[in-house]
């Protein structure tokens, strides 16, 4: 079956870095566009960033765009999110997303704290 597992997160000051990782098992990784996705304290779901297939293109949130950079290293079946400038708003449970004929799948999420 589907298994995403991310990994990285920690408890960061304000503008520092951190790399999440996620582990996919159970489908094809090098055939789905792969996707992050946070979720804040007491909000919804929020769109991060996406990369293609072959890495030859990729999305930012404009809450994101210039700070984080994602990527994908098909052979070892993971994706890497590169996260730059953090600022206190980019607190939040990271989870990695495929979906796959319509279903969509995340992991259990690693948390990202952003404080002095």
């Known amino acids: 079956q589907v298994q995403l597992v991310e990994s990285g997160g920690d408890l960061v000051q304000p503008g520092g870095s951190l790399r999440l990782s996620c582990a996919a098992s159970g489908f094809t990784f090098s055939s789905y566009v792969m996707s992050w996705v946070r979720q804040a304290p007491g909000k919804g779901l929020e769109w991060v960033s996406d990369?293609?297939?072959?890495?030859?293109?990729?999305w930012y949130a404009d809450s994101v765009k210039g700070r984080f950079t994602i990527s994908r290293d098909n052979a070892r079946n993971t994706l890497y999110l590169q996260m730059n400038s953090l600022k206190p708003e980019d607190t939040a449970v990271y989870y990695c997303?495929?979906?796959?004929?319509?279903?969509?799948?995340w992991g259990q999420g690693t948390q990202v704290t952003v404080s002095s």
């Open positions: 990369i293609n297939i072959g890495s030859i293109t990729t």
């Open positions: 997303q495929v979906i796959i004929l319509l279903q969509t799948y």
